[in-house]
C-alpha cells in the first residue's frame, strides 16, 4: 500500500529542509515546484501556452523562460496571477495525478507530495495524510529576509500571498514546529516516520 504525504508550509518555513529529512530516508518525493519547471521547458506545451498569454518578452535569447520577467509580471497582479494558473495549473495537476498514479502502481510505500500551495490547490483530497511545516511569524519574517535579501515590507508582502501557516496548521494531520534547531526540526520527522512504519509493519 502507498501512503500519499501531503507535505507543505509557508515560504522560509522549511518545507524543503523536511522534505529532504524523508528523501535521505527512502520516502519518494514527488516536487510541485520541479513539475512545474518540467512542464516550462524549452517547446513545451506549457511554455507556449505562457507565450500565448505574457508574451515573448519572458523568453531568452535560448527561448528558455526568464522566471524572474514572469514572476515581476505576475506578482502583485492578481488579474496577471489568474491568467498564469489557468496557463499551467491543468497541466500541473494532471501531470501530479498521473506520477502518484505511477507510484502506486509501482507500490511505493511512501511518497510525499512536496507543494508550497498543496491547500490553495486542493491537493489534500489526493492525500492519505498532510503533514504542515510551521514557523512563528516573526521568524518567517526574518528567515526570509535573511534568504532572499528582500527588505520588511518585500518580505511581508510575499508572505501574505499565502494563506498563513496558522490556518494550513489547523487542517493537518502531523504539524512539525520548525522554529529551533535542525536537529529539533529532524527529531519530529523522524519520530513520526517510525510511528507511522510501525503502523504500517502491524497491518
Known amino acids: 500500500m502507498t501512503l500519499i504525504l501531503g507535505l507543505t508550509g509557508g515560504?522560509?518555513?522549511?518545507k524543503s529542509t523536511v522534505s529532504?529529512?524523508?528523501a535521505a530516508r527512502g520516502a519518494v518525493v514527488e516536487?510541485?515546484?520541479?513539475v512545474a519547471r518540467r512542464l516550462v521547458r524549452p517547446h513545451s506545451a506549457g511554455l507556449a501556452r505562457l507565450v500565448a498569454v505574457f508574451g515573448s518578452g519572458i523568453l531568452d535569447d535560448r527561448g528558455q523562460l526568464k522566471r524572474a520577467e514572469l514572476g515581476r509580471q505576475v506578482f502583485g497582479n492578481?488579474?496577471?496571477e489568474a491568467k498564469l494558473n489557468a496557463?499551467?495549473?491543468p497541466l500541473i495537476h494532471r501531470e501530479i495525478l498521473f506520477d502518484l498514479h505511477q507510484?502506486?502502481?509501482a507500490r511505493v510505500p511512501l511518497v510525499v507530495l512536496d507543494l508550497p500551495l498543496l491547500?490553495?490547490?486542493?491537493?489534500?483530497?489526493?492525500c492519505d495524510a498532510v503533514m504542515v511545516v510551521t514557523v512563528s511569524p516573526a521568524t518567517q519574517l526574518a528567515r526570509l529576509m535573511a534568504r532572499n535579501g528582500y527588505d520588511r515590507e518585500t518580505a511581508k508582502r510575499r508572505i501574505?500571498?499565502?494563506?498563513?501557516?496558522a490556518k494550513k496548521a489547523a487542517l493537518a494531520d502531523v504539524v512539525i514546529d520548525n522554529e529551533g534547531s535542525r536537529a529539533a526540526t529532524e527529531a519530529q520527522v523522524l519520530t513520526w516516520l517510525a510511528r507511522w512504519w510501525r503502523r504500517r509493519s502491524s497491518k
Request: hydrophobic share 45%; proline share 6%.
Open 11 to 14: 515560504i522560509a518555513s522549511g
Open 20 to 22: 529532504r529529512f524523508l
Open 31 to 34: 516536487d510541485g515546484d520541479l
Open 78 to 80: 492578481p488579474v496577471a
Open 87 to 89: 496557463a499551467l495549473s
Open 103 to 105: 507510484a502506486r502502481l
Open 119 to 126: 491547500y490553495e490547490g486542493g491537493y489534500q483530497d489526493q
Open 160 to 165: 501574505a500571498a499565502q494563506w498563513p501557516l
